[in-house]
């Protein structure tokens, strides 16, 4: 069975940078697209970005477009998010999840346990 | 983007009871809905997909059904373990988008 786990959150200054990290085991992962999707009290769940199985192709939402840059090493099973010019609303939740790869979109069957990133003086 | 609007918020439920999850949606989406159940402190779980297709080793007292804009997650015989936030999800068009979510708790 696949699984996915997150590391790097941590508490950060408003403005600065982090990067997250998720290690794959357990399926293919070459050919699958990732996403991160984060999860805070006041906006429940929110997807932020998805990478293709080649990482030919990304998806950012708005809240984050040109801010986090989404990235993918098919040799060491990592998908990472590179997060600068956080703001206090960045703090949230952050997971990783395998997600099918439609044309338009997909859905999520594996995810991480989150990592959690605080934007705070 | 797509709104995904949940209803109820909360359910308060007994054991033993079916209870019906709604989920409708901004813009028509064909079948391209999922839903997750969540419980506190865990990620995420998929549950259904392409509005109707149960997750191999999801029981069968989960369904889904629905199409177009209107959508609906029943749970038949409420077990324990359900207690729970489900969340739907579309994917029809980026931006990926869910639901607030509706939290099933105990009655």
């Known amino acids: 069975e696949g699984q996915l786990l997150e590391s790097g959150g941590g508490l950060v200054q408003p403005g600065g940078s982090l990067r997250l990290s998720c290690a794959a085991s357990g399926f293919a992962f070459v050919n699958d697209g990732m996403s991160w999707v984060r999860q805070s009290p006041g906006r429940g769940l929110e997807w932020i970005s998805f990478i293709s199985g080649r990482g030919d192709r990304t998806h950012y939402a708005d809240s984050v477009n040109g801010r986090f840059t989404i990235s993918k090493d098919n040799f060491k099973y990592t998908v990472d998010l590179q997060m600068s010019g956080l703001r206090a609303d960045d703090t949230a939740v952050y997971y990783c999840?395998?997600?099918?790869?439609?044309?338009?979109?997909?859905?999520?069957?594996?995810w991480g346990q989150g990592t959690l990133v605080t934007v705070s003086s | 983007d797509i709104v995904m609007t949940q209803s109820p918020a909360t359910l308060s439920v007994s054991p033993g009871e079916t209870v019906t999850l709604s989920c409708r949606t901004s813009?028509?989406?064909?079948?391209?809905v999922a839903w997750y159940k969540q419980k506190p402190g865990q990620a995420p779980r998929l549950l259904i997909y392409a509005a109707s297709s149960r997750v191999m080793g999801i029981p069968a007292r989960f369904s889904g059904s629905g199409s177009a804009s209107d959508f609906t997650l029943t749970i038949t015989s409420l077990q324990s373990e359900d207690y729970a936030v489900y969340f739907c999800q579309q994917y029809n068009r980026w931006p990926l988008t869910f639901g607030g979510g509706t939290k099933v708790e105990i009655k």
């Open positions: 813009q028509s989406i064909g079948s391209d």
């Open positions: 999840a395998k997600t099918y790869d439609y044309v338009s979109g997909g859905y999520s069957d594996i």
